[in-house]
RNA sequence: GUGGGCGUAGCUCAGCUGGUAGAGCACUCGGUUGUGGUCCGAGAUGUCGCGGGUUCGAGCCCCGUCGCUCACCCCA
C-alpha cells in the first residue's frame, strides 16, 4: 500500500517552505519586538482544561476535538488552540507572580477534526501572543498594532481589521435578555433555534438572507455597554488611529470561543474564500480564575500561518526564503572535489551558507544546479584553479565575475553579506 | 454530519458520438575545448484511483468503493 498524509492535514515542503517559514518568523518578530518571551508547551493536555477553558458548548469543544485515552487510563485532547494552555502553564509555574502584565508568544501546531476545505484544516499553524495581568486599554492596543504590523510587514495589503467590544458581564446580561426576547419573536426551523439556544449571537453571522434580514433589527451589544467599558473601547480607537493602524467596527462580529471579553477583533481577508478569517483574539476576564488560577484580565490573539501564507499568495507577494544559500561550488574533476568538499565545510564552519555540485553532471548541468540552488554567488574549481589558487567568483544574478583567491573566500562572502 | 465537483506522466491538464493514450511545465542528455537563467534538438516517464458489469472492444457508459476538493457548519 502507498502511504499517505491523515486527512486534511498541511504540510510544506520547499519551495513553500521558505514562504511559510518567512511567514512565520515575521509574525513572530512582531510579538519579540514588543518585548513578548516564547513559551513552548505541550501540543495535548488534559481535556477538562480545554472543555473548562474553551467551554462546553461551543464546537471546538463539543465536536471538533482530536480526543483519546492514553496508557495510564487519562483523558487527553490535542490542543485546538493555545491560550488555555498557556493560562495553565501560568497558573502552574506561577508565571503571573512577577511583574505583571506577562507577555509571551507561541508558535506551533493546533488541531481540530473538521471537514477539510480551502484554508481550514485538521492541523494547522498559528502564532499566537498573550498579555496578562492588566487591562489598560493600551495594551488592547499594542496587541491589536502587533498583529497588524506582522501582517503588514509581509506585504499584505487586501485585509481589513474589524472591531468590536462585548463589554463587561453586566452588559452582556443585560443584552442577552433583550436578544433572546428579540429571537424568540422570530420564526426559525428547530436547527437555528438549537443554536441560538447555545450562543444568540450565532445568528448574527448566520449567511442565509432571511436569517440576515431577520438579525437587520435585533438588539446591539455595543448599546449595552456600561458608561466604563464605552470609555475603554473608545480610548482602545483613539489609540490606534494615533497608531495609524485602520479598522472598522463590526457591531455584529461573533468569536467562536466563550471566554472573549471586552476588546475583540479579527482579521479578514478579502480574496480567499469561505475560510477568509487569518486572525483574530481579544480581552479574556474570566477565563485565569475559571482555570483555578488568580483573577487576572488577559488579551492575545492567534495568527493562521497556513491562511497568512495563502493571503501572501493569492496577493501575489513573493517571500524570500529565511536563509538563502550564499555560495555554490562546482568541482570539475574527482581531485576538485575532494577540494571543494573541504572548501565548503570551512565555509559552512565560518557561518556561510554553501552547497556543491555532486555526482558528475558536466559544468553545464552544475551551473543548472547552482541557479536553482538560488545560490548568491557560484565558483568553478578546476585543475587551473587548484594550481593557481584563484578562480572567479560570479555573481548569479548580474551575472559578472570577479577573481578571488580560494583561501579568502570566507572573508570576502562574510564581507558582501 | 450534509451537499456539489473531480480522480489520465513528478506537476497542471487535454482526450470529439466507446476503437488498447497526448500537450505544456519539470527532469536527463546534447547544440564541439570550462560557466546558469532565453532559444533549439533528442530522451525517459503511465496497472487512465481501485473492484465489478455492459460490449467484439472502455480513460470514455453503468454500479460499487476509496481518495481528493469546494461549500454548508464552524473557525486560524
Not at 506561577?94 to 506577562?102: A, H
Request: hydrophobic share 40%; glycine share 10%; aromatic share 8%.
Amino acid at each position: 500500500m502507498k502511504f499517505q498524509a491523515p486527512k486534511g492535514v498541511s504540510e510544506y515542503f520547499p519551495q513553500r517552505s521558505g514562504a511559510f517559514e518567512r511567514v512565520r518568523a515575521t509574525l513572530i518578530t512582531a510579538a519579540a519586538t514588543s518585548g513578548y518571551q516564547l513559551i513552548e508547551l505541550p501540543v495535548f493536555e488534559d481535556t477538562e482544561l480545554f472543555a473548562r477553558g474553551v467551554g462546553e458548548s461551543t464546537d471546538v469543544v463539543s465536536k471538533e476535538m482530536y480526543t483519546f485515552e492514553d496508557r495510564g487510563g487519562r483523558s487527553i485532547t490535542l490542543r485546538p488552540e493555545g491560550t488555555a494552555g498557556v493560562m495553565r502553564a501560568v497558573i502552574e509555574h506561577n508565571l503571573d507572580r512577577g511583574q505583571l502584565p506577562v507577555k509571551l508568544w507561541y508558535s506551533g501546531a493546533f488541531f481540530r477534526a473538521e471537514r477539510p476545505q480551502a484554508g481550514r484544516y485538521r492541523q494547522f499553524y498559528q502564532v499566537g501572543v498573550e498579555a496578562i495581568g492588566y487591562d489598560d486599554p493600551e495594551i488592547d492596543a499594542e496587541v491589536i498594532a502587533m498583529a497588524d504590523r506582522g501582517l503588514r510587514e509581509l506585504g499584505l495589503k487586501s485585509f481589513r481589521l474589524e472591531l468590536t467590544c462585548l463589554g463587561d458581564l453586566a452588559s452582556r446580561q443585560a443584552h442577552r435578555i433583550d436578544l433572546d426576547k428579540f429571537i424568540s419573536g422570530l420564526e426559525l426551523d428547530e436547527a437555528t433555534r438549537a443554536k441560538a439556544a447555545l450562543n444568540p449571537l450565532r445568528l448574527f453571522d448566520d449567511k442565509r438572507e432571511a436569517i440576515k434580514s431577520a438579525m437587520l433589527n435585533a438588539p446591539i451589544l455595543l448599546n449595552y455597554l456600561s458608561a466604563e467599558s464605552r470609555a475603554n473601547f473608545e480610548k482602545v480607537q483613539a489609540l490606534l488611529e494615533s497608531f495609524g493602524v485602520p479598522f472598522t467596527i463590526n457591531e455584529r462580529m461573533v468569536r467562536g470561543l466563550d471566554y472573549y471579553t471586552g476588546t475583540t477583533f479579527e482579521f479578514v481577508h478579502e480574496m480567499l474564500g469561505a475560510q477568509s478569517g487569518i486572525g483574530g483574539g481579544g480581552r479574556y476576564d474570566g477565563l485565569m480564575s475559571q482555570l483555578g488560577g488568580a483573577d487576572l484580565s488577559g488579551i492575545g490573539y492567534g495568527i493562521g500561518i497556513d491562511r497568512v501564507l495563502l493571503a501572501c499568495e493569492a496577493e501575489g507577494i513573493e517571500l524570500q526564503a529565511i536563509s538563502p544559500l550564499e555560495i555554490f561550488v562546482i568541482a570539475l574533476g574527482s581531485a576538485e572535489k575532494e577540494y571543494v568538499a573541504k572548501l565548503i565545510n570551512e565555509l559552512r564552519g565560518a557561518g556561510i551558507s554553501s552547497d556543491m555540485a555532486y555526482g558528475d553532471r558536466g559544468l553545464k548541468g552544475s551551473m543548472k544546479s547552482a541557479d536553482k540552488s538560488g545560490a548568491r554567488y557560484s565558483i568553478v574549481v578546476g585543475s587551473d584553479e587548484l594550481v593557481s589558487g584563484s578562480a572567479q567568483l560570479k555573481d548569479m544574478k548580474t551575472g559578472e565575475s570577479q577573481s578571488v583567491m580560494l583561501s579568502s573566500l570566507p572573508q570576502i562572502l562574510r564581507r558582501s553579506s
